[in-house]
């Protein structure tokens, strides 16, 4: 268990020599390898053989939601020592999923027909979008509309919190290809009754192999893009098509807040324009060419305009975010990603992501397999055969 909590094999020993249990760093490994290894045994057994790790649930989800993502790695070839030796600087790509049983309420109405405060805050999106931030002084430094003095002094009454609530969550983390994946995911989603929960819903951001997964494994769940996405390529194209920080700010509330309220084809119109004025972006076209940036932002509104419908989802009592799943990546790398972390690929590597995944489960899955595994104080050993009074012919 500390194996899977810890920074290090070496912080484990660390912390077992506090209970006064010694052991190596390399005895930790290659425990940790074993018990990796187990789990993800046990996940691709036949079930007609063997029951999924995680106990049935005796009743069925009101909500489902699955979420998807990959990740990143640092991997070497085994048996070459320290650091690494894989082609790229061995990073190797993972694929993370949670499944949430989750509970929710529906509306009438759209709850929350503006965006969070969140979403309208220039230091904080800019540290989404991952990019240069605009320069906050110029935009709260501009003069207020007439009558915003009223509006300044009269206490903001935040929505009721429509989103839903999660109970019970089981992850997945594996270095598998996106197909094999997807039938892993699936498998435990069986195993959860998601599929015989009263409401469904799928969310990834727009990476293809996320949406092949669902077409082919979740096709009866709702589709839903993560908005935290959409946010961020508004925001770049905002900034592109506009000199004046200001003015690229007024732009990206303007598209968000209508990608919020599911005006999805309206923002097409208004970026298609602005393609227009500016023209198409040449083959030889960098990046952060304005050009560029708004074609990017137009194919990826296309593609993926039929998971856009938020006001329904919200009413719906859905999420619109992959907030868990962006939660559970960090919870990940904090045990399989730093600076001078290396697995060996692929064994190494998706050992400790079934270790790391299982202490994740908020089903004790990990516990429990460590008091069942061969070996186990806690598992009955089978008595030796009784041989009676017979003698044994030399």
């Known amino acids: 268990m500390l194996g899977a909590e810890t920074r290090s094999f070496q912080r484990t020993v660390v912390a077992l020599k506090e209970a006064d249990v010694e052991v190596s760093a390399k005895t930790v490994e290659r425990v940790v390898h074993?018990?990796?290894?187990?789990?993800?045994?046990?996940?691709?057994?036949?079930?007609?053989?063997?029951?999924p790790l995680a106990q049935r649930p005796e009743n069925v989800p009101d909500l489902a939601v699955v979420e998807c993502d990959g990740g990143r790695i640092r991997c070497r070839q085994p048996g070459q020592g320290p650091g690494v030796h894989l082609e790229g600087k061995?990073?190797?790509?993972?694929?993370?999923?949670?499944?949430?049983?989750?509970?929710?309420?529906?509306?009438?109405?759209?709850?929350?027909?503006?965006?969070?405060?969140?979403f309208c805050d220039p230091e904080h999106v800019a540290k989404i979008a991952e990019t240069e931030a605009l320069s906050v002084a110029s935009v709260r430094a501009e003069p207020r509309s007439a009558g915003s003095e009223e509006e300044a002094t009269e206490p903001l009454v935040p929505p009721a919190d429509w989103r839903p609530q999660r109970l019970v969550r089981t992850v997945l983390s594996s270095m598998a290809d996106s197909d094999e994946f997807g039938r892993q995911m699936k498998r435990e989603a069986q195993g959860r009754r998601f599929f015989?929960?009263?409401?469904?819903?799928?969310?990834?951001?727009?990476?293809?192999?996320?949406?092949?997964?669902?077409?082919?494994?979740?096709?009866?769940?709702?589709?839903?893009?993560?908005?935290?996405?959409?946010?961020?390529?508004?925001?770049?194209?905002?900034?592109?098509?506009?000199?004046?920080?200001?003015?690229?700010?007024?732009?990206?509330?303007?598209?968000?807040?209508?990608?919020?309220?599911?005006?999805?084809?309206?923002?097409?119109?208004?970026?298609?324009?602005?393609?227009?004025r500016l023209g198409p972006p040449p083959a030889e076209a960098p990046d952060h060419d304005p050009r560029m940036i708004l074609a990017r932002t137009i194919t990826y509104l296309t593609n993926n305009r039929p998971r856009m419908n938020y006001p329904e989802y919200r009413r719906e009592g859905l999420p619109v975010t992959t907030a868990w799943m962006e939660s559970l990546v960090k919870e990940v790398n904090h045990r399989v990603k730093g600076t001078e972390m290396f697995w060996n690929h692929p064994a190494g590597a998706e050992a400790i992501l079934q270790v790391r995944a299982a202490a994740l489960c908020d089903d004790e899955r990990l516990t429990n397999h460590l008091q069942t595994r061969p070996g186990s104080p806690f598992t009955r050993r089978p008595h030796p055969p009784n041989l009676g009074s017979k003698k044994v012919r030399s």
């Not at 074993?34 to 029951?51: K, N, Q, S």
């Not at 190797?92 to 709850?111: G, S, V, Y």
Request: a negative charge; hydrophobic letters at 40%; aromatic letters at 14%.
């Open 196 to 276: 015989e929960a009263s409401a469904k819903a799928f969310l990834g951001d727009g990476l293809p192999w996320n949406w092949s997964i669902w077409k082919k494994r979740f096709r009866d769940f709702i589709p839903i893009l993560d908005f935290i996405h959409v946010l961020s390529y508004l925001f770049v194209a905002a900034k592109a098509v506009h000199a004046q920080p200001h003015d690229a700010w007024s732009q990206y509330l303007v598209w968000m807040t209508g990608c919020w309220r599911g005006e999805v084809a309206q923002v097409l119109e208004e970026l298609e324009a602005w393609q227009s």
């Open 90 to 118: 061995g990073w190797k790509e993972t694929k993370n999923a949670c499944l949430i049983r989750a509970q929710r309420r529906t509306f009438a109405e759209d709850p929350q027909p503006d965006p969070p405060e969140c």
């Open 34 to 51: 074993d018990v990796g290894g187990e789990l993800a045994a046990r996940r691709d057994a036949d079930p007609r053989y063997e029951a």
